[in-house]
């Protein structure tokens, strides 16, 4: 079992910056690919980024890239997300997922993830 805890969400105005953090526990943390994804109000779950178990390789979706970046720190269990530039439409409540896998095929596939934390919520004013 994985237990994934986000932290650092909170209100924002746009252009301005959030680093989000997701502390693991409960399994070989260097052993999972990491994701984020975000879900806005009535809409589906999205990816966002995602980084192999190595953190030798990230994926962005095309919305963020650029603009977000994905990194790890095996030796805290820790994955976050820098968020800069961020626009009204990235307001969404972001999701830490974990997969039994390093290296995922289709980082972007939600059915790829195993564990997910309970969510942080982002909010940024226009």
């Known amino acids: 079992q994985v237990q994934l805890v986000e932290s650092g969400g909170g209100l924002v105005q746009a252009g301005g910056s959030l680093r989000l953090s997701c502390a693991a526990s409960?399994?070989?943390?260097?052993?999972?690919?990491m994701g984020w994804f975000r879900q806005a109000p009535g809409k589906e779950r999205e990816f966002v980024a995602a980084?192999?178990?190595?953190?030798?390789?990230?994926y962005y979706a095309d919305s963020v890239k650029g603009r977000f970046t994905i990194s790890r720190d095996n030796a805290k269990n820790t994955v976050y997300l820098q968020m800069n530039s961020l626009k009204p439409e990235d307001t969404a409540v972001h999701y830490c997922?974990?997969?039994?896998?390093?290296?995922?095929?289709?980082?972007?596939?939600?059915?790829?993830?195993?564990?997910w934390g309970q969510g942080t919520q982002v909010t940024v004013s226009s």
């Open positions: 980084i192999t178990g190595s953190g030798g390789n990230t």
């Open positions: 409960g399994r070989s943390f260097s052993s999972s690919a």
């Open positions: 997922a974990a997969s039994w896998r390093p290296v995922v095929a289709g980082a972007s596939d939600i059915s790829n993830y195993n564990y």
